[in-house]
Nanobody, 122 residues
């Protein structure tokens, strides 16, 4: 089992930045890829960014490329999502998720955090 806890969400003006963190605990010695997904008001949950177990490979949704950066610190069992140039459309609950994988997972995540709210005002 892997437990995930997100933090760092909040209210920010358009054009601003936020950094989300996801702390993992439990079976963290296993190889797993991680990702950030989000669900905006009235929208389906969507993939935002993913990273492989070593941090050497990443993937991004087209909507966030060039603005968001995913990274991980395995010594701290923590994954980050640095968000810049935020837009009102980025408003959503952001979820951290994990999947035992050698690659970068984009779906079928096994473990989920409870989410953190990000609100971008215009």
């Amino acid at each position: 089992q892997v437990q995930l806890v997100e933090s760092g969400g909040g209210l920010v003006q358009a054009g601003g930045s936020l950094r989300l963190s996801c702390a993992a605990s439990g079976r963290t010695s296993s190889t797993y890829g991680m990702g950030w997904l989000r669900q905006g008001p009235g929208k389906e949950r969507e993939f935002v960014a993913g990273i492989n177990w070593s941090g050497g490979s990443t993937l991004y949704a087209d909507s966030v490329k060039g603005r968001f950066t995913i990274s991980r610190d395995n010594a701290k069992n923590t994954v980050y999502l640095q968000m810049s140039s935020l837009k009102p459309d980025d408003t959503a609950v952001y979820f951290c998720a994990a999947k035992f994988s050698m690659g970068v997972p984009t779906n079928d995540y096994r473990y989920w955090g409870r989410g953190t709210q990000v609100t971008v005002s215009s």
